[in-house]
């Protein structure tokens, strides 16, 4: 996101002038107390104000959401005719949903996005002459993050869109988001990956899924390398299993004791056997891990992101991170020991403390660290080891092309309804 600040006409003098209206769940005097206190600053917007956000971020997300299952039913007979352009199709309205989010958090709740990295990143992290972010990713890659809050995987999706890879994210999500009304259908046709958390049921389910994205297709949205090539491939893997909440918390040290091994200060326990599974299934596919830490700004030691920068906080209320940051890192698959249980285990909680000390740094500062040769800052006059700027998309009208698929299949549905009617009328006339 652009350079915005907290400050000035970013927030209210104080929480009365805000106009705060009723809390759902606690009592004014309590709510007016968290306002004061939280870390984004008190509410911006009032309660009339607030009812109007809902009721807009409704329509605009459910309206979207809907526009955007629309086209993926109107796509769906292709599976039938011609499955390469079934997937391209599919991909086109993933691409759909990765504006969606990069729209709606341009307009619900801007924030700094901070980007830094590492020596293994060099020259990846672009800062364009506008101010956007461009990431130089490759098309295929395993893409592994801790889980702070439930905004995790919009920033990486926005993320994908930053590099043109919006519409080849894979995600492994737990099952029952599979049932989940408009968006468990949508997921589903997107072939995102849905784990019932039990492997012995889940191995073969999640065999079945990487081969398909080890499968070679010719249809229009193919690699830069041509046809009968591999699909670009970003799959996203989180492998603490959820979010970092009080109750995963509880788990994680229950987990530590059990095993042993020592839990984070701010991270949960990861698992590796999935994280192994997939990359020895698409080591011949992939060459890279990328590694991102992602952190918000605000959180206090001990405390809990989900609880902070809940839904209504930061898109009705006002009070969205004063910024997300986020660090890079990136492995080689082929070094990476994939074919030793024990020894993969190891790399993947060595990645862990690594991040545990990443976040523990930037408790303390502020800031991740960042080396200078990861960032390309291409704005004249600018410089330096950040990237930062803020989720938006590259036109503004980009977000339009949602609705395209069906409304021209309505207005084409419509036009040969009216040429029905007028060959009847005119049969019926010669009669």
């Known amino acids: 996101m652009v350079q915005l600040t907290t400050e000035g006409s970013r927030q209210r003098k ?111 992290l672009v800062q364009l002459p506008d101010g956007r972010l461009h990431c130089a990713f490759p098309e295929r890659l395993v893409l592994i993050a801790n889980h702070q809050i439930y905004t995790d995987w919009l920033y990486l999706w926005w993320t994908a869109y930053t590099t043109g890879m919006h519409g080849h994210l894979y995600i492994i999500l737990k099952e029952s988001l599979k049932w989940v009304p408009v968006l468990g259908p949508a997921m589903q046709f997107y072939n995102f990956v849905f784990m019932a958390r039990k492997w012995s049921k889940d191995q073969e389910r999640l065999r079945y899924r990487l081969q398909k994205l080890n499968t070679r297709h010719s249809g229009p949205m193919t690699g830069d390398t041509g046809p009968g090539q591999l699909d670009p491939m970003w799959l996203l893997i989180f492998p603490e299993g959820t979010n970092l909440s009080r109750n995963t918390r509880k788990s994680s040290e229950r987990w530590s004791e059990k095993s042993g091994i020592p839990d984070g200060k701010h991270l949960l326990l990861p698992r590796s056997t999935g994280l192994q599974f997939c990359l020895k299934e698409l080591e011949e596919t992939v060459e890279w891990v ?45 070094e990476i020991p994939i074919d030793d249980k024990d020894k993969m285990e190891e790399w993947t909680l060595q990645r862990w403390r690594e991040k545990d000390e990443l976040l523990e740094l930037f408790l303390r500062t502020g800031r991740f660290p960042a080396d200078e040769v990861a960032v390309k800052i291409e704005q004249p006059g600018k410089g330096g080891n950040y990237v930062e700027t803020e989720v938006r998309p590259a036109s503004p009208i980009e977000f339009v092309q949602i609705f395209t698929p069906v409304l021209g299949a309505a207005m084409i549905g419509k036009i040969l309804i009216k040429m029905v009617n007028l060959v009847l009328t005119g049969r019926i006339s010669d009669d």
């Open 290 to 334: 990328y590694d991102c830490t992602i952190a918000y700004e605000g959180i206090p030691h001990g405390q809990y992101g989900q609880d902070i920068f809940t839904l209504r906080s930061v898109y009705f209320q006002g009070r969205p991170p004063r910024s997300v940051n986020m660090h890079w890192r990136k492995y080689k698959v082929s």
């Open 14 to 124: 104080n929480a009365s002038q805000a106009g705060v209206g009723v809390d759902f769940k606690v009592s004014h005097e309590k709510d007016q107390k968290g306002q004061d206190e939280h870390p984004a600053g008190p509410v911006r917007h009032g309660g009339l104000m607030q009812t109007l956000r809902i009721i807009l971020f409704t329509v605009f997300f459910l309206g979207s959401c809907l526009f955007i299952h629309g086209a993926q039913l109107l796509g769906a007979p292709l599976y039938f005719l011609n499955r390469d352009y079934y997937y391209a199709y599919m991909a086109l309205t993933k691409q759909y949903f990765g504006l969606l989010a990069t729209q709606g958090t341009y307009w619900w709740s801007p924030t700094v996005v901070r980007i830094s990295g590492d020596a293994s990143m060099a020259g990846e």
